[in-house]
C-alpha cells in the first residue's frame, strides 16, 4: 500500500509540474496553441533576462547566468597580486581535499568488501546450522516457528528468534542496517521540510565549492 502511495504523489507531482510549466508556456507566448511543431521532447521556458527552465518527462533543469558577474569579481580578487596568499591557501585546501577524497574512496571500498566477506561468512554458517538441524530433525520433537521467547516447559530448548542480523562484528555487536529516508514511505512525511531544506543547503554549498575551485 505504501509503494502505491508513493507511485502516486510522484505522479500528481509531476504532472502538476507539467500543467504549471505549460500555463506559464502559454502566459509567456500569448498563444492559446498546445505548443510549437518541434519534434523535441524538450520545454524550454525563459524566466527573465537571466534563468532559463527546461522540462523534459521527469526531468526539471533550472539554469541562471545571474552569479557569471560576482563569480568574475571573486576570480579577479583572488588573481589579484596582493591576494596571493590566500589564493596559495586555498590551492593548498584543494589539494589536500583531493588526496582526503581519494583515502575515504578506498576506505569506504575495504570497508564494503569487509562487510561482504562477513555477510557471507555468517550467512554460510547459518546455512550449515541449518542443515544440521534438518539432519537431526528425527530426533526432536517439531515446534512452530515463532519471534516470542520461550515462556513454558512445552517450547523447545532450541527454541531461537529468526530475527537474525545478517552481518556482525567480530565482538558480536550487531550491525544495523540503514535505509532510504524517503518522507511518507520509510520516515514521516511532516520529515519531508527539514530533508528537502538540507539537501538543498548541502547541494548549495557543494556548488560553491565548485564556483571557488573555478576562481583558482
Known sequence: MAVWLVLASLVAVWSLVHVSFNRLLRRRNHTLLPGSL?????????????????????CLNVSTTKCNNPHDTITMH?????????????????????????VGMFVAVAGLLWFTVIAMHTTWQHLSASK????????KPLAKRDLMPPTSALTPTYHQSNL??????LNGTEITSSYSQIPGWTVPLSHA????????TTQAFHEFGHAICAAL
Open 164 to 169: 537474525v542480523p545478517i552481518v556482525r562484528l
Open 193 to 200: 521540510p527539514a530533508i528537502l531544506f538540507a539537501i538543498f
Open 132 to 139: 544440521d538441524v534438518l539432519a537431526n530433525a528425527d530426533s
Open 38 to 58: 518541434s519534434t523535441s521532447s524538450s520545454k524550454v521556458l525563459s524566466i527573465g533576462h537571466h534563468t532559463q527552465a527546461t522540462l523534459s518527462a521527469a
Open 78 to 102: 583572488l588573481n589579484a597580486r596582493e591576494n596571493r596568499r590566500l589564493r596559495n591557501f586555498l590551492v593548498r585546501c584543494y589539494d589536500f581535499g583531493v588526496l582526503l577524497s581519494a
